[in-house]
């Protein structure tokens, strides 16, 4: 068996795992990354944020050129099927793919094929097509992610019952579609599908769409995708999915049934941490395959840290990228370790949804004095001119002291929208102040304009 010898080995190529080891690279640790999949880039490239944004941005395409007349003078609606559209995704992956790979040749990271398991607090064995290795390591970052929660009573092996991976292996364009979890990747998906013209049944065991939004901001949501065909149950818990040569038969708890040509499961996920020895280093992680950290990503084996989707909240790439890098910090002391919990929310629907801060509801219930400035985007030229009208921009703020407490955007470019908001409220002291807005310059016609607009109308709110 051969033996080789690192400052930190870090477990999974995805987002985090490739923060962990920039950053460990970059301060002169010797450093391996090991990955069990065919390429690098783990579940967000391969079956999550990358495939399915660049299908929501073809999806979005299509609806542009369908309903503008402009277009219309010039040939009849086109509608793509789902293979066909899926396509220019894959493009994209590869170009991921490559860049990312590029990373740890020109970083000098060694790449190891393969899958690992713990020996003991300090060294890893690596099963390879052929071969068995044996890392010895200082510290280890486990970063493998997580893939979606299959309940044991569902048959995802028939042809027409899907994941949120599966879904991707999808080979036909169905008529209709049953989508189980109304969460953030069931309304993508919602989106996406009947953004194809397919009929979509969204089945919510909750009481309302993405209940951790502002009110107003979910409830746009849930207008917008019943406009645009979705039938949205809510408080609905399944009994039974069946599926035969023709579609499947979805029966719920409250008696009702429901016939669609696909079925797609969306609710919940579970932390990648089979198989990886965890009791042999004294780890367990939670029902959810998940494992506890303290504020410094450390587990409770002192030289072993965990970061990305295994260890939960928030589950997104923005923030595992920066959950890596800070366990790296923390392992060679750098300036720059934070506890990663300013998260912007990013929610690619069709119009997609971003937000960070308070939320209405959260400061009602803390009986903090705000107030709220909106603008709404069929004022903006901008949104005019593009034909984006669908939209609002909404500031939070403080009555008093004009502090920002939160940012919540809803229509085309939310998610770039919000970071003007998030650099503002990030400022220190009197610097995070809606006086910003208002005293500052904006380019005109430009979406940004929607913070000058919401901000003299929230001034105007003030007496």
Request: aromatic share 8%.
């Amino acid at each position: 068996m051969a033996e080789h010898h690192y400052d930190v080995v870090v477990i999974g190529a995805g987002p985090s795992g490739e923060g962990a080891a920039m950053n460990a690279t970059k301060h002169g640790k010797r450093v391996a990354i090991i990955e069990d999949k065919p390429t690098v880039g783990g579940n967000c490239t391969h079956w999550g944020t990358i495939p399915s944004k660049a299908l929501r941005h073809s999806v979005k395409q299509i609806i542009t050129f369908n309903t503008n007349q402009m277009f219309r003078d010039i040939g009849e609606p086109r509608w793509f099927s789902f293979p066909r559209v899926l396509q220019s995704a894959q493009k994209v992956i590869g170009k991921q793919v490559k860049l990312r790979t590029q990373f740890y040749s020109r970083n000098r990271v060694d790449l190891i094929r393969g899958r690992a398991a713990f020996l003991d607090a300090n060294r890893l064995e690596i099963r390879g097509n052929k071969s068995v290795e044996s890392l010895h390591f200082k510290q280890a970052v486990v970063a493998t992610g997580s893939r979606p929660y299959l309940p044991p009573d569902v048959d995802f092996r028939h042809h027409r019952i899907y994941n949120s991976d599966t879904i991707l292996n999808l080979s036909h364009t169905p008529r209709t579609l049953v989508i189980y979890g109304a969460g953030v990747i069931g309304s993508e998906y919602a989106s996406i599908f009947s953004g194809l013209g397919v009929k979509v049944d969204l089945i919510n065991p909750g009481s309302r769409l993405l209940s951790f939004l502002d009110d107003e901001i979910s409830d746009a949501l849930s207008y917008h995708l019943r406009n645009n065909g979705v039938l949205v149950r809510h408080n609905e818990e399944y009994e039974s999915v069946d599926g035969d040569d023709h579609g499947i038969v979805l029966s719920l708890k409250s008696g009702k049934k429901i016939r669609a040509d696909a079925f797609l499961w969306c609710n919940g996920r579970t932390g990648n941490t089979d198989n990886l020895g965890l009791e042999n280093v004294g780890l367990v992680a939670n029902s959810r395959g998940q494992l506890a950290v303290d504020d410094h990503y450390r587990t409770k084996v002192e030289n072993i840290y965990a970061v990305g989707d295994v260890i939960g909240w928030p589950s997104l790439a923005s923030a595992a990228y920066d959950q890596g890098r800070s366990a790296s910090s923390d392992i060679v002391k750098d300036e720059y370790f934070r506890f990663v919990t300013d998260v912007p929310t990013g929610i690619y629907t069709i119009p997609e949804i971003s937000s960070v801060g308070k939320t209405e509801r959260e400061l009602t219930q803390a009986r903090v004095p705000y107030e709220v400035g909106q603008a709404f985007f069929k004022d903006l030229a901008r949104a005019q001119i593009t034909g984006e009208a669908v939209g609002m921009l909404k500031i939070l703020f403080h009555r008093e002291t004009r502090e920002i407490l939160g940012i919540h955007c809803f229509g085309d470019q939310a998610a770039e929208i919000v970071h003007i908001g998030q650099a503002i409220m990030n400022q220190k002291g009197e610097a995070n102040s809606l006086n910003y807005f208002i005293n500052t310059t904006f380019n005109y016609p430009t979406m940004a304009e929607a913070y000058r607009v919401a901000a003299l109308n929230g001034l105007n709110r003030i007496f």
